[in-house]
T-cell receptor, first 114, second 111 residues
């Protein structure tokens, strides 16, 4: 069975600084990987996903993530954080044949300081 | 395009009472999901429908939780009787070709 670890519960970043949120997954085959963002009182919104091909994927709102098979990681990055990026971020993994059945990590809450 | 609608947004009940949540997916989306998100945790899939049939309900506590999707559109999730540990946000999502769209959720507090 697949699993996801997001080691950072909270991260504080200054506005304009770069951001990297960590995600490590466990799955025996090629995983389907996702990053979602959840703002207070909102549902989850898909930022980006990786199925195959180029290991650097671009998403919405200026986010990108890189799939590194050797490290079982799918870290989320943004070069310059905006105050509106403050939210909770979830990494999720799906199996190849049932990628719609996602297993989510516990989330990382991003705080943006002025 | 209208998003996934859920109601109510908030609900407070006492333990052993029953409660029901409603979800209206995006028009045309055949697949509907219910997730449970306990505070401090990621969402956990409770049940997945394809049209009006159940695809996966392996993590649904069937002794107290039930869900239906009559006519393959709207869905209701019911808890009867509720326990304190059911306090969570219940998220509904729908999809058509892979990408999931989530509703705002219903925050349930069981006292």
């Amino acid at each position: 069975a697949q699993s996801v670890t997001q080691p950072d519960i909270h991260i504080t970043v200054s506005e304009g600084a770069s951001l990297e949120l960590r995600c490590n997954y466990s799955y025996g085959a090629t995983p389907y990987l996702f990053w979602y963002v959840q703002s207070p009182g909102q549902g989850l919104q898909l930022l980006l996903k990786y199925f195959s091909g180029d290991t650097l994927v671009q998403g919405i709102k200026g986010f990108e993530a890189e799939f590194k098979r050797s490290q079982s990681s799918f870290n989320l990055r943004k070069p310059s954080v905006h105050w509106s990026d403050a939210a909770e971020y979830f990494c999720a993994v799906g199996a190849a044949l049932s990628f719609q059945k996602l297993v989510f990590g516990t989330g990382t809450r991003l705080l943006v300081s002025p | 395009e209208a998003g996934v609608a859920q109601s109510p947004r908030y609900k407070i009940i006492e333990k052993r009472q029953s409660v029901a949540f409603w979800c209206n997916p995006i028009s045309g989306h055949a697949t509907l999901y219910w997730y449970q998100q306990i505070l401090g945790q990621g969402p956990k899939l409770l049940i997945q429908f394809q049209n009006n049939g159940v695809v996966d309900d392996s993590q649904l506590p069937k002794d107290r939780f039930s869900a239906e999707r009559l006519k393959g559109v709207d869905s209701t999730l019911k808890i009867q009787p509720a326990k304190l540990e059911d306090s969570a946000v219940y998220l509904c999502a729908s999809s058509q070709r892979g990408d999931k769209y989530f509703g705002p959720g219903t925050r349930l507090t069981v006292t």
